[in-house]
């Protein structure tokens, strides 16, 4: 009974029933005048959708011509381009923008804050390398630089360790206020281990997430939609719930909870991706105090119950503050899992914690041990440029970019949505930091139409479109500028295409309801076209 006043209320906090309810819902596509008019507009809207729909295709075609020939011609033979080639835009639209706004998945530069594609395009990037790059790509250029050449004599040998490691963790010890250190290679094995050592101490079953949070894609982290297999000794428990603090105090068979601190700026809900962008319920914000004192009282919870706290930092390490969400949110956890931009540009996942519960063997019972290895763990190069970055953090130059980096960005969130207020445009921005999501205020079935738009004005985001845009700290004054200028450029655009056609009877709650019936239909018909 505890557990089920835990769950959050959404889909999203029940995982058995997301992934059943996933198995229903039958494939159906808009073709036709239908893509243009599901939201029952006026022909004359419809028209003027095809007619921007049509101008942008076209601008497509010779803005990226190489880039998208060469990802059409790579696509069957990339499983990943396919799954996210697919997944930009609801489905019952994804069919005629995958044929029709190919903007191309090459690259081949990069300079700044802008990327340049095979057609020779600068796109303004936001779309942060997936929250790696956060000290700008020409940062990491020279920090591998220089790890190759610091790591050259060693080379990729493994095993014994390049004297960097040593200064590594000195380091990190430092930064994460912790006495160990273990090194993987990617942030999702970081959290394997953490979790995995939390279990071998406490001798528990249970892993606690909060619901939305992304962890990596193991299977543990991950319960619901998908991962094929169920997770039995996963709870998804509600964040900032009373209920959940509750579960954590009663239950004796929780080892430890995963806290991501992004969901400060959505608690309760996942990444949020344009695939998923039905209508416009999405929202954001961050109160920093109140997911402050939350964390708090979670660790204290979690401290008076014998269960292991660990703070995720994979995404926000770095890039909240140089000591990251531990300092930004004022908690302490006792395994902390840092990635992305601390290995310098190339793959990282570390694993930072208290000795006790780093230690994988025990005296008084030696072959009861707690095993973790990986070939690839403290390669020379990565090391290096690793190195090269918690270097970096102590020059003036870097320690300029995170002085009052809040106010910039917030400011910079601020003026970018006074800026689309005064247009009177249906779209507003929120902000945890550097890390961005855009919201809608009246309701549309077309937001996801936004990401194309954006990209025609040389915005680059990533394939979860105007989900998440990701910021480089290095980005300036006049670039950001540009960047706002452009933004609400394509959103007057979007406009003029008549895409944000409202009625007062297309609200969110209709948007909905009429999908679902389009799915029933669809399911018990056959047909819904
Ligand atoms: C909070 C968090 N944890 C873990 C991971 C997984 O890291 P990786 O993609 O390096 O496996 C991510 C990746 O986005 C993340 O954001």
Known sequence: MQLSLAKHGSLAGH???SRRLARLVPFYDYQGDRFFASDDCPAEIAQRRRTGFDRLAERYRTMFPRSAALTVEARAGISDLQFTGAYRVPFQYSRLVREKLVGGNFLAASEGVQLIDLDGNRLYDLTGSYGVNVLGYDSYKRFIAEAVERAGMLGPVLGGY???VADNVARLRALSGLDEVSFHMSGTEAVMQAVRLARYHTGRSHLVRFTGAYHGWWGEVQPGVGNPVPEERTYTLADMSDHTLAVLARRRDIACVLINPLQALHPNSGAPADSALVDSSRRAGVDRKGYSDWLRRVADTCRANGIVLILDDVFTGFRLAIGGAQDYFGVRPDLVTYGKSLGGGLPVGVLCGRADLMRRYRDDRPVDICFARGTFNSHPYVMAAMNAFLRALETA?????YDGLDERWNAR???????????????????????WTVCYTAPSRYNWMLQFYLRAEGLALSWVGTGRLIFSLDYDDAAFAEVASRFVA????MREDGWWWSNPALTDKAIRRRMLREMLTHRFSGSCR
């Open 397 to 401: 130059e870097v320690r300029q970019l």
């Open 15 to 17: 995982s058995k029933w």
């Open 162 to 164: 390049h004297p960097v």
């Open 413 to 435: 969130a601020a003026r970018l949505n006074t800026m689309l207020a005064e247009e009177d445009l249906p779209v507003r921005v929120a902000n945890l930091s550097t890390i």
């Open 490 to 493: 394509a959103a007057r655009k």
